[in-house]
């Protein structure tokens, strides 16, 4: 490929369209380089001169401690693509250390109704709420799903379950107030409950329980004994 042209590289054989067409992971180290530098110089398409950056270290563990000196010593890097290549670095770092946040592990009933009333009691509009755990039980997200009645089709167990499904979540709990301050289920809340605990079992996703939150108390369906 010495000298060659970026537009006549096949069009296949991009790294943009590879990442496309097969995703990021089948890429080689050079080819993801490629896609952040963008552009090549007068002497070497993009891939040319990210294979000319990786052949400047032994691997990436050299590249990742790279200094902004070595990395402009490569002919081709300027100072734009230099300070491109450490920012893309040290994102990579701070993204390995990263965990997913946690808003505490649910032990009883009694933690999550408290948790609960806090934030859904006295509103005058229904909220549907979920809690997504890990499993470990730990509340890994906490999300407002639906504003609105359960007796609305807007509040659909395949929405809920998606949302589940994106936070990589082992269980849910939901729980929505009744704007009536009184937290005794409806028909309508316990046929939710049976659709929810129902889809829960085919995706893998156990239905923990569901809580509903009046004025001053609130109820476990668990406990209630309709799940």
């Known amino acids: ?12 054989s991009r790294p943009r369209e590879r990442m496309k067409e097969y995703g990021p992971e089948a890429l080689a180290n050079h080819e993801l380089l490629a896609i952040l530098l963008r552009t090549g110089t007068k002497d070497h398409n993009v891939i040319q001169l990210s294979m000319q950056v990786f052949s400047y270290f032994d691997d990436l563990y050299m590249f990742k401690n790279a200094s902004l000196e070595e990395l402009l010593s490569i002919p081709g890097i ?3 693509k230099a300070f491109e290549m450490l920012a893309s670095i040290e994102l990579g770092k701070r993204l390995a250390k990263t965990t997913v946040l946690k808003e ?36 890994i997200k ?5 504003k609105g009645s359960l007796n609305s089709s807007v509040a659909h167990p395949r929405e809920i379950f998606k949302a589940a499904i994106k936070y990589s979540s082992a269980r ?19 046929r939710f409950t049976e659709r929810m605990s129902e889809v829960g079992k085919i995706v893998g996703i156990e239905l923990l329980d569901h809580f509903i939150i009046g004025e001053d108390q609130y109820i476990s369906l668990k406990e209630y004994g309709a799940m």
């Open 1 to 12: 490929m010495l000298n060659q042209k970026f537009v006549d590289v096949p069009k296949e």
């Open 78 to 80: 300027g100072k734009a």
């Open 104 to 139: 505490g592990a649910v032990t009883s009933s009694q933690f999550v109704g408290k948790l609960l009333m806090e934030e859904l009691k006295g509103l005058q509009q229904e909220l549907v709420v979920g809690l997504f755990l890990n499993t470990k039980n730990e509340i």
């Open 142 to 146: 906490k999300e407002t799903i639906f």
């Open 172 to 190: 849910i709990i939901i729980a929505h107030n009744h704007p009536s301050g009184n937290p005794e289920p409806s028909e309508a809340d316990l």
